[in-house]
């Protein structure tokens, strides 16, 4: 089980998070500048907490909160093509299996966030005459071989669709935070 540094520094309530960017993302998604959570005291409303971003070389994942490293990380993988090249070259295989062995090492919720859907990897052209299904059965065994959590997150490429992303991505790395180090249990309905 990983270990948090900050157990005994966390504030009593927590009021704002920056998400940490990693520095090779090249077009990364868009945070919202705060969220809405659920609060008992407030009623309906929730409770508001304020969103920062921080690019930073990260050693595991592309986006994580800063101070919660080993908590909640995000591996995002933007395309049919990445996945190919991630899970099909040799090279890019080795670094991609040594990257998803130090982040599940270091992280107690890894995820992979896949920015496409099943049905359009499916429906893919692959080089090299790669049947579509087979990505599909490697991405599950990449899932199943590493302990990930996996995210499908199609979007279509616009800035509100980056920006829904990131509100997603937000709340996921915030409620494991608020569960973890804030005994804050999410609400069932």
Known sequence: MVTQDNDSVCP????EVTVLVDTREQYPVRFPQNIRIP???SGYKGRLIKV??????LDAGDYCLKGYEGCCV???KASP?????????RKDKARQGRALTKMVNA?????????????????SQLP?????????????GMVARYGLRLLWLPWRGSASGR?????VLVHLMVGHVLNKYYNEKPELI
Do not use: A
């Not at 090299?128 to 599950?140: A, N, Q, R, T, Y």
């Open 74 to 76: 995000i591996e995002r």
């Open 52 to 57: 920062f971003t921080e690019r930073k070389k």
């Open 12 to 15: 009593k309530r927590l009021e």
């Open 107 to 123: 992280v107690e919720f890894p995820y992979l966030m896949v920015e496409t859907s099943p049905q359009n990897i499916l429906g």
């Open 163 to 167: 920006t829904s992303m990131g509100l």
């Open 128 to 140: 090299g005459d790669i049947d579509p299904e087979v990505l599909v059965g490697k991405v599950m």
């Open 81 to 89: 093509m990445e996945l190919y090249k991630n899970l099909f070259d």
């Open 39 to 41: 609060d008992p005291g």
